[in-house]
């Protein structure tokens, strides 16, 4: 069975920063892109950022230069570092898992909420 964990949201201030975790289980790591998406408060869930085929990663304009996104094999483990935050960052953030020959995101963490105040 797999498994998401999706932690390390919180309340931050503006131009704060934030390192979001995922730790999947029960799949074979190396074998899935993996990505984070975010759900502002009454809109629709959004790309934020991706591991991909070419290029390596990829990333939403609206967070460029201020959020990356790593991930480490050994740990299962994927980050999203998130620096120079502001108020419209401010989302249910969530890992996804999708299999490298697959179009389709098909795992999901539960979420971690940021909160970006101003």
């Known amino acids: 069975q797999v498994h998401l964990v999706d932690t390390g949201g919180g309340l931050v201030q503006a131009g704060g920063s934030l390192r979001l975790s995922c730790v999947a289980s029960?799949?074979?790591?190396?074998?899935?892109?993996m990505g984070w998406f975010r759900q502002p408060p009454g809109k629709e869930r959004e790309f934020v950022a991706a591991?991909?085929?070419?290029?390596?990663?990829i990333y939403t304009d609206s967070v460029k230069g201020r959020i990356t996104i790593s991930r480490d094999n050994a740990k299962n483990t994927v980050y999203l570092q998130m620096d120079s935050l502001k108020p419209e960052d401010t989302a249910m953030y969530y890992c996804?898992?999708?299999?490298?020959?697959?179009?389709?995101?098909?795992?999901w963490g539960q979420g971690t909420l940021v909160t970006v105040s101003s």
């Open positions: 591991f991909s085929d070419k290029p390596t990663t």
């Open positions: 996804a898992a999708r299999f490298l020959s697959s179009i389709s995101w098909r795992y």
């Open positions: 029960g799949l074979t790591f190396d074998n899935y892109y």
